[in-house]
Nanobody, 122 residues
Framework: QVQLVESGGGLVQAGGSLRLSCAAS????????VGWLRQAPGKEREFVAA????????LYADSVKGRFTVSRDNAKNTVYLQMNSLKPEDTAVYYC???????????????WGQGTQVTVSS
């Protein structure tokens, strides 16, 4: 198993940017794909973006395509989510999670971080 810790959340105005980080521990981290998912109050957890274990492939939800970019630095055991042109509807708790293969399905993720709050004001 791999342990994950998110950071970088905060309050930002609409149109602004934030970069989330997901720091992993465990020697097998580089074998996992990593995804970002989010959950807004009163809503189900939804997929945002994912990156393959080598970083060569990425996957995005339609709602964030062209605005968010996922990347990883395996030498630092860290995955990033660069979020630009933020909208109030992006407000949620953002989680990073690890899976055996890149996926948009929340139930296929086996390890989860504790989450970081992102709030976008209008």
């Amino acid at each position: 198993q791999v342990q994950l810790v998110e950071s970088g959340g905060g309050l930002v105005q609409a149109g602004g940017s934030l970069r989330l980080s997901c720091a992993a521990s465990g020697r097998t981290f580089t074998l996992y794909a990593v995804g970002w998912l989010r959950q807004a109050p009163g809503k189900e957890r939804e997929f945002v973006a994912a990156i393959s274990w080598r970083g060569g492939s990425t996957l995005y939800a339609d709602s964030v395509k062209g605005r968010f970019t996922v990347s990883r630095d395996n030498a630092k055991n860290t995955v990033y989510l660069q979020m630009n042109s933020l909208k109030p509807e992006d407000t949620a708790v953002y989680y990073c999670a690890a899976s055996r293969s890149m996926t948009g399905w929340a139930h296929e993720y086996v390890s989860w971080g504790q989450g970081t709050q992102v709030t976008v004001s209008s």
